[in-house]
């Protein structure tokens, strides 16, 4: 073959080759694009189709809210209703009693802001229905054997709080009386009004001084006797017991230092004074009753001084401020002696010129029982003669249910006067009973059964507790008494 066809043959089949390469590259690039332009029209078509289900959505949503939905209107609903919330969530806070100005803490109370001053308002009420069964104390005696009826025992109202601080507290507390006033309850058909007038008990104020040191000048019970320092709304049975009411100094005006430690507590008091309070101040043979009086009232004490010691061995101090102990109460032992001692005034007609009287209690609870004893011992020289006096006092209170809670108690006390003024006379009283606590203390029910072993004299019968005073020979009474208690 000619050398140059050869080469042009070659170059011709060459050419060719490169031909059909680029022919074969086209034809694979065209089907490549063609299947992205497929992809990428499913790829629409479902977007499409998300794009209509949420416009069907929002139809949807605008057709049952509205077409302002979320508009300005809107904005300020959702802000308001915010805040609504908001002052709810405050209002729940503010009752708790550190940040609120006015609600209930276990009492109604009022306070400033910032907590320096705060006023509790409490009140009490016993409705009583009280039978006594005493034999006539003469044939001819017009007395009713059974002597029965409803009333008012306590209707009080109490004021209390801090000013300018905690340090700084206050009382003022009275009572509408449920006789006629005067000393005793008298009886009001003798020319005294009806019962129902308001009598001022507390009114004081005390200041600490330093921690655990306090002093307070006033009106307040003298500190003396356990059973008169409780309330009558914390006491066991449906009233304290006639030995406490009988020897019990009660309420007085002067000055008074306390010490309140972990386990001691001490008060100390110079006052005007005190009295007895036999046959329910009906029969009084020493003191004089100084509370509300002024100054210059005559035959008030000379000077008189009231002390006591109280140890706790055992337990809280708040466990005894009442007489019982509910279930599930830490177990609390506690012990107090207290004395009193007055000389009365010099240059005046009174009863008596000297007056010592001393006591001594223990309490013990056990969270669902209580016990509880003390004894009293009471020495006068004065006008009416020398008189040794002595009562003793035991009381129990068993829970048998959380709620439920049987008690009992027994009294005994003698009375001797060295100038034979009055005849010896004893007393021995047992009484049982029981408490429904409907509502723990706040709203009670108590029932009890008292009756005397002997006869009670008119130096220890004390109507205002439904004991009326026998007669010499006759047999002994018995006492059913039944109160409602609410307490506020």
Not at 106 to 114: A, E, H, K, R, Y
Not at 243 to 270: F, K, P, T
Not at 330 to 353: C, K, N, W
């Amino acid at each position: 073959m000619i050398p140059g066809m050869s080469r042009i043959l070659l170059t011709v089949i060459a050419v060719t080759a490169l031909a059909t390469r680029i022919v074969a590259a086209q034809d694979s690039s065209d089907a490549a694009l063609e299947r992205r332009l497929l992809e990428m029209a499913e790829r629409l078509e479902a977007l499409e189709s998300d794009n209509r289900a949420l416009r069907d959505k929002v139809v949807d949503l605008q057709a049952k809210t509205g077409e302002n939905w979320l508009d300005e209107t809107r904005a300020a609903e959702i802000r308001s209703l915010v805040q609504d919330v908001l002052a709810d969530a405050d209002g729940r806070a503010s009752l708790q009693s550190s940040g609120m100005t006015a609600g209930w803490d276990n009492g109604f109370f009022l306070s400033s802001p910032d907590g320096r001053f705060r006023l509790e308002i409490d009140g009490l009420l016993q409705f009583r229905w009280v039978m006594n069964v005493r034999e006539k104390q003469a044939p001819n005696d017009p007395t009713d054997k059974f002597r029965y009826g409803f009333e008012n025992t306590r209707t009080r109202l109490t004021f209390r709080g801090h000013v300018f601080g905690p340090s700084l507290t206050y009382m003022i507390r009275g009572n509408f009386s449920r006789g006629g006033g005067g000393v005793g309850d008298t009886n009001p058909r003798l020319g005294e009004p009806r019962g129902g007038n308001f009598q001022l008990l507390d009114a004081w104020f005390r200041a600490e001084l330093i921690e655990g040191w306090y002093l307070r000048a006033g009106q307040f019970k003298l500190p003396f006797n356990r059973e008169k320092l409780v309330s009558p709304a914390y006491q066991l049975m449906v009233d304290r017991s006639l030995v406490n009411e009988s020897l019990n100094i009660g309420y007085s005006q002067g000055i008074e230092l306390e010490y309140r430690g972990d386990w001691l507590g001490w008060r100390l008091a110079y006052s005007d004074g005190g009295a007895d309070n036999l046959g329910g101040g009906v029969a009084q043979i020493v003191g004089t009753t100084p509370a509300n009086t002024p100054w210059n009232t005559p035959d008030l004490a000379e000077y008189a001084f009231t002390s006591r010691l109280e140890f706790l061995i055992s337990g809280e101090w708040r466990q005894f401020q009442q007489m019982t102990s509910p279930p599930g109460d830490p177990f609390g032992l506690m012990v107090g002696v207290a004395g009193h001692y007055q000389r009365d005034e010099y240059g005046t007609t009174i009863a008596s010129s000297d007056w010592l009287i001393g006591t001594a209690d223990i309490s013990a609870m056990f969270g669902g029982l209580s016990v509880f004893g003390s004894f009293t011992y009471s020495y006068s020289d004065g006008n009416f003669g020398i008189f040794d006096i002595f009562g003793a006092v035991a009381q129990v209170g068993f829970y048998v249910t959380p709620k439920l809670e049987l008690t009992a108690r027994y009294e005994y006390g003698t009375i001797d006067s060295k100038r034979n003024v009055v005849t010896p006379t004893d007393l021995s009283v047992m009484t049982v009973g029981f408490n429904w606590y409907i509502d723990g203390q706040d709203l009670k029910l108590s029932f009890d059964f008292g009756f005397g072993f002997e006869d009670v004299s008119g130096l220890w019968g004390v109507e205002s507790l439904g004991w009326r005073p026998d007669g010499i020979d006759t047999r002994p009474q018995f006492v059913i008494r039944t109160q409602f208690q609410l307490l506020f």
